[in-house]
């Protein structure tokens, strides 16, 4: 029988028969076996039942991170396991968002995790991992309350080696204007601002752009002009009194320092444990940083890309098993005699299929959500969970995000509902059926009630972790005054001539429609506080004649948050068109992905032909 495994995060493993016998080498020739794998680090997964008549020794630890542990007895001394030690990492983690993915970016990378429970947990970490997820005020009282604040000063002013993400980044910094001003550590002079979306600038900056590296930091070594992947709404611009800690900088809108370095102590902007293999090198560079450089190919990255995003429609079919499908105008049933819902694969599989062909986002729709309680559906809180196991882009979910009463009368909050999706490693949460409520209700009274989900998940989890999926369907229209709603002349005329269109917003996937138009949804909802929109569109859904160009351009010119275009791509060409003749700042495919017409990659190549910035 052999097992249990010592497993390597890189693909070394080596199996080790139990007791009896437990030797596997002599100890007169320990070394031979580790310098073969020295510079493959490898943890160890399961603990080993020592034989009782031979005593564990200590264990034996070498300066390279080199350890054995030897089996002795009266007469002989054998070797029993050994490795390098999977050193572990200190995470100061307040609770307030999504860090399951850079737990699990750690934990591929053969690191163990050290949680920070108290202040001296800072002080005694040998690296130390900063995430800053939330709102900054929110953080700076945490920190504060818990005497963290302190431990994190004294840290960093040690020059000990630190890695702040994102907020983890900004907390650095003398003070934000986000709900403030509130004052920040004041380690770094300099004030974290927000975006000025006066000029049409879309905020929050969501995506995957290019950094100019601005002096040697270590960590960023292997980034090339590769793009990583930013979602905020605030950055600190640089100046001369921070010029010395600038390690790089990105553009959007203006020059905003995108990370700093000095000594050991590192900080980032971006989502290294959300920037593919670019971002865990990095990741590498931080934890190990003796590693060797990871060789990838050469980037052309120069500014912000456009996304390419594979969409995955999730439901249980007719044998109760949680399936991949696709609709034709959001119909998933086969035209058939048994009438079964579509079965395009498995969930987790094609996720870490499309991470692998390069997607840049996965968005997962639980589309039975609207009927169904998704804490009730463990299996689509498992399927994040395993996926974020090794896809290291962003992952949205979607489906059944509202308040819920189940049938023992107890009562769950939307914002229950996105924090398990958002434990359970969603970095982003999507609202169909409830934003339409809450944009009704809102363009009823004039008046935002803070209670709606939208309004909630946001003020929570900042508004870039929500998304508003809207399923609107082509009303066609003779005259542009015959409806209340916004109106536009179509660029083909309806089936009787028609000319003019207004695109109505459905709930419950596309089953009711609702007194209230894309246009106006997508403007209320903008105000509510969503950070992105999903636009589909019933029409096109699964047709593969291409994205509906007069609702995705209605809507971009419409809002100054990012749009992403939805519904209809069945060639390469449909995703140029749709980013040249419209502000896009993703295009979402399902179909051709699922079954296989098309592969990512034949899309980026095109647009990189077309002269339209893409992840490579
Ligand atoms: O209302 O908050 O519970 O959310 C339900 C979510 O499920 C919404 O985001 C809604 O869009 C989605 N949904 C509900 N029913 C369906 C269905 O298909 N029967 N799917 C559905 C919507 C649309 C896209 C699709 C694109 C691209 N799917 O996500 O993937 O149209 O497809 P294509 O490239 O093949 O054309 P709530």
């Known amino acids: 029988m052999d097992a249990p495994a010592l497993s390597s995060s890189r693909g070394v493993s080596i199996h080790v028969r139990p007791s009896p016998p437990l030797t596997l080498r002599r100890a007169s020739s320990p070394i031979k076996p580790y310098s073969r794998i020295k510079t493959k680090p490898f943890s160890i997964c399961a603990s080993l039942s020592s034989d009782s008549s031979k005593k564990p020794c200590p264990r034996f630890s070498f300066p390279n991170g080199l350890f054995l542990v030897l089996v002795h007895d009266s007469s002989s001394c ?36 050290k949680d920070v429970q108290k202040p001296e947990d800072i002080l005694s970490a040998n690296r130390l991992v900063f995430p800053g997820v939330g709102a900054f005020a929110a953080a700076m009282e945490v920190l504060e309350q818990s005497g963290m604040a302190e431990a994190l000063s004294t840290y960093i002013e040690s020059d000990r080696p630190f890695l702040g993400i994102c907020l983890g980044l900004q907390l650095l910094f003398e003070s934000s204007e986000e709900n403030g001003p509130v004052k920040g550590l004041g380690l770094i002079p300099g004030v974290v601002g927000r975006f000025d979306s006066s000029n049409g600038l879309a905020v929050p900056h969501i995506g995957w752009n290019a950094v100019q590296i601005t002096k040697d930091s270590g960590i960023l070594d292997d980034i090339g002009r590769h793009h990583v992947y930013f979602v905020h709404s605030y950055r600190v611009i640089p100046s001369d009194a921070n010029w010395d800690w600038v390690s790089s900088v990105c553009n959007y809108g203006d020059s905003f320092i995108s990370s700093i370095t000095r000594g050991n102590v590192h900080a980032v902007q971006f989502h290294p444990e959300k920037s593919g293999d670019v971002g865990l090198s990095i990741l590498r560079k931080f934890l190990d940083p003796s590693s060797s450089s990871k060789k990838l190919a050469h980037g052309k990255a120069s500014q912000l890309a456009k996304r390419v995003i594979a969409c995955l429609d999730v439901r249980a079919n007719d044998k109760g098993d949680l399936v991949v499908t696709k609709g034709d105008q959001y119909d998933v049933r086969e035209h058939s005699d048994e009438h079964q819902v579509r079965n395009l694969g498995k969930p987790v599989e094609l996720a870490g299929q499309y991470y692998k062909d390069g997607a840049d986002e996965i968005s997962f729709l639980n589309i039975t959500g609207f009927r169904d309680f998704p804490l009730g559906d463990l299996p689509m809180l498992q399927v994040l969970r395993y996926t974020s196991e090794n896809v290291f882009v962003p992952l949205t979910v979607g489906g059944g995000i509202r308040d819920f009463t189940d049938g023992n009368g107890r009562y769950y909050s939307s914002l229950e509902v996105a924090s398990e999706y958002f434990r359970s490693g969603a970095d982003k949460i999507s609202i169909g059926s409830d934003a339409v409520f809450a944009a009704e209700e809102y363009l009823k009274t004039g008046v935002k009630t803070g209670k709606s989900s939208l309004e909630q998940i946001s003020r929570v989890y900042g508004n870039q972790a929500v998304v508003v999926s809207i399923d609107p369907r082509r ?38 429609g609702r007194p209230i138009g894309a246009y106006e949804l997508a403007k209320a909802v903008e105000e509510l506080g969503a950070g992105e929109i999903l636009l589909n569109c019933i029409d096109c859904d699964g047709q593969g004649q291409g994205f509906d160009i007069d609702l995705i351009k209605l809507i971009s010119d419409a809002v100054t948050i990012p749009v992403i275009a939805s519904s209809g791509a069945g060639a390469v060409q449909h995703f140029s068109d749709v980013f040249q003749k419209t502000s896009a700042s993703a295009a979402l495919a399902a179909g051709i992905f699922h079954r296989k017409e098309v592969p990512i990659s034949s899309v980026k190549k095109h647009l990189l032909q077309e002269g339209i910035e893409v992840r490579m």
């Open 78 to 113: 054998s070797f029993l396991y050994g490795g390098v030690a999977a050193a572990a990492v200190t995470l100061l983690d307040y609770g307030a968002g999504n860090v399951r993915s850079l737990r699990n970016a750690i934990r591929c990378l053969g690191f163990d995790i």
């Open 475 to 512: 009303v066609y229209i003779r005259n542009p005054n015959d409806v209340k709603f916004k109106t536009i002349k179509v660029s083909s005329p309806g089936p009787s001539g028609e000319e003019y269109a207004w695109y109505q917003c459905t709930i419950n996937g596309g089953r009711e």
